[in-house]
């Protein structure tokens, strides 16, 4: 705003305040609207605005209410914090009260901002905060702009908000996405940006929750079908229940016909039943389109904790916290947020991620898991995005179909994330965004449909900050983590042993005598639940019918004996491979945790034993 724009705007507030009439385009009208309706609730511009924060628990309880709505805008706010920075603002989620939830962007613009009262667990309505972006947003229902003395108060004369709402698929409000930043700085795309995030998230509100709907994606452009910028309807029959912003606009519609119109009325009839084609509306607009129909074998999940989450003798031994990350864990599947599990070898990354996949709505399709740290790096590349014909020496003459393609329509697992050479993230990085993977030797891309679920147990953030792990493809992977206890956290052990040993036991053996399970239950299990369901099982092979196990029985405990010293025999090469062979076994067979413990490049450790081995059959 110019130095006359800003003299005219004090002016029109002037004669505004002073009971006079403005004349029109003094003041955009969205404003003077706004205006209106905070001197008609008896607010006074020229006052103090004391804002009282929520409690910590009250935050917290603000936060559980909206998180779905975190969730689906986690990565606009990561996205858009780098601008915000760039910008000195700050980017702002509320819900749909305008309650702020999240802050991020400029720690020097925050402080600022948080002097007006401009953070988590404040109020930004037009009720209590005048004119602002997002209050004004919410009640225009529609994008807006706000700057310096445009604000109704006086104190916000500081700030430039540019905001828009965020609807659900059945056009209710959702919340807001606000950037806000200095008043005398230029803030040019701030606006563009903003729509544009909310768009995605939008967007993604559509991900996996109306498979038992018939679900209509279109464009007049065939290439922005699959896209953000497409326009969804979804049907219940041939009503119409839901629909995002482009969609409505493409069908000359608004919110108030989602649940009154039909199909008929907005589509011409068409042989389009599932799969792409063209569709033309009865506006005469002929659309690209992406048609599904109900999947009525696949259950819908809800949020809250379904019934066969519940700990069962066939399942896994999950704690009362796992069933509540279980739970989380669905949710953020079906909204296609990407998950990162953590935890200590053993501790039961992949049987947790499996036991999700079949709680969700890629349930029944592939689960790929595949070990980052397993594959040598020569072969990960290959092993992920498949090759053609003679991409290299020894490669099928068919070529053959990557792990990535393999996972269409499931779940890709990718484990030990933190052990893919940083040369391959960034292409692992590109095909989570563009959903689209290229096969070795120049292959025609292909579109792929999968939901990345990753674990480590690594700390990702420290190799980010140590610049061996993408600070992108962090982000990308890890919008929400997971940490699974290792089993020396657990506070009942005996519990989780004696329910362990109820699968493995022979028949009629009855359970452990109190003693063996108080000193199976006391040991430190490195090796966590792998190491321990391994010993049970052994010892369930061993078990003499009719007779309990004894202490006797029980393998001895290598976390409680004292080493004995170690004498190698042979020459260097000798010496060496048997201090590998050690390490690897210390470490229960983790390639990646043994060569770090000896302090040499994992790929050394394969060609000096899983090679080696290989050349000897």
């Known amino acids: ?60 309880a603000l936060h559980e209410q909206n998180e779905t709505l975190r969730l689906l805008s986690r990565s606009e706010l990561v996205s858009l914090r780098i601008e915000a920075k760039l910008t000195d603002s700050v980017v702002i989620l509320t819900d749909a009260k305008g309650l702020v939830l999240d802050t991020a962007g400029s720690p020097e613009f925050a402080g600022q901002a948080a002097a007006v009262s401009l953070r988590p667990g404040v109020r930004w309505a037009e009720d209590s905060t005048g004119t602002n972006a997002i209050g004004t947003a919410l009640a225009e229902r529609r994008a807006i702009e706000v700057h310096g003395g445009e604000h109704f108060f006086v104190p916000h004369g500081i700030l430039h908000c540019a905001a828009s709402p965020i609807f659900d698929p059945y056009g209710k409000l959702a919340g807001v996405l606000d950037m806000s930043g200095h008043a005398s700085a230029q803030h040019t795309h701030a606006m563009g940006l903003i729509r544009l995030a909310v768009e995605q998230i939008e967007h993604r509100f559509f991900s996996g929750r109306f498979d038992d709907m018939t679900v209509v994606r279109f464009h007049r452009n065939a290439d922005l079908v699959g896209t953000a910028r497409e326009g969804i309807l979804v049907f219940n029959g041939d009503q119409l229940v839901a629909g995002n912003r482009r969609a409505l606009h493409f069908a000359g519609l608004d919110r108030k016909a989602l649940r009154k119109a039909t199909r008929e009325e907005i589509f011409e009839a068409s042989g389009l039943g599932s799969g792409s084609g063209e569709l033309r509306g009865r506006n005469g607009e002929r659309y690209f389109a992406s048609l599904s129909q109900p999947r009525a074998t696949v259950p819908r999940v809800t949020g809250t904790l379904p019934r066969q989450v519940s700990p069962a003798k066939s399942g896994p031994v999950f704690t009362r916290q796992t069933l ?30 499996r036991h999700l996949a079949g709680l969700t709505s890629r349930a029944g399709k592939p689960f790929i898991a595949i070990n980052c740290a397993a594959l040598p790096e020569s072969l990960i590349e290959s092993e992920l995005f498949g090759y053609e014909a003679g991409a290299f020496t020894g490669a099928r003459k068919s070529g053959a179909k990557g792990l990535v393609q393999q996972a269409e329509g499931g779940i890709l697992f990718l484990d030990e994330i933190g052990d893919m050479p940083l040369l391959l993230q960034s292409r692992l990085l590109r095909v989570l965004q563009d959903k689209e993977v290229a096969p070795l030797g120049g292959g025609t891309p292909h579109k792929t449909d999968f939901m990345p679920i990753c674990a480590t147990n690594r700390d990702l953030k420290a190799m980010v900050e140590a610049g061996t792990f993408r600070a992108d493809l962090y982000f990308r992977v890890a919008q929400y983590t997971i940490a699974l206890p290792s089993l020396s956290e657990l506070p009942d052990r005996e519990a989780v042993v004696a329910n362990l040993w109820s699968r493995y036991a022979p028949a009629n053996s009855g359970p452990l005598p109190q003693a063996v399970l108080a000193n199976l239950a006391a040991r430190r299990w490195p090796g966590n639940f792998r190491e321990l369901a391994g010993t049970l099982r052994a010892l369930a092979a061993l078990a003499e019918p009719g007779i309990p196990i004894a202490l006797a029985d029980l393998p001895q405990d290598p976390t409680s004996a004292s080493p004995s010293p170690i004498i190698y025999q042979g020459d260097l090469g000798s010496i060496t491979e048997a201090t590998m062979r050690r390490a690897v076994s210390q470490h229960q067979g983790n390639i990646s945790a043994a060569a770090r413990a000896l302090n040499i490049d994992r790929s050394t450790l394969y060609r000096r034993l899983v090679w080696k081995q290989s050349d000897t059959h």
């Open 324 to 353: 509540a990350d279980l739970a989380r864990a669905i949710r953020l599947v079906n909204a296609e947020v990407p998950l990162l599990i953590t935890g200590e070898t053993g501790a039961g990354k992949e049987v947790f991620a």
């Open 1 to 60: 705003m110019n130095i006359a724009s800003e003299v005219a705007l004090a002016a029109a507030r002037e004669k505004f305040f002073s009971g006079h009439t403005l004349p029109d385009g003094l003041v955009p009208a969205p404003i003077l609207r706004s205006w209106q309706r905070c001197a008609d609730q008896g607010l006074d511009a020229g006052s103090s605005i004391h804002a009282e924060p929520m409690t910590a628990a009250e935050l917290r």
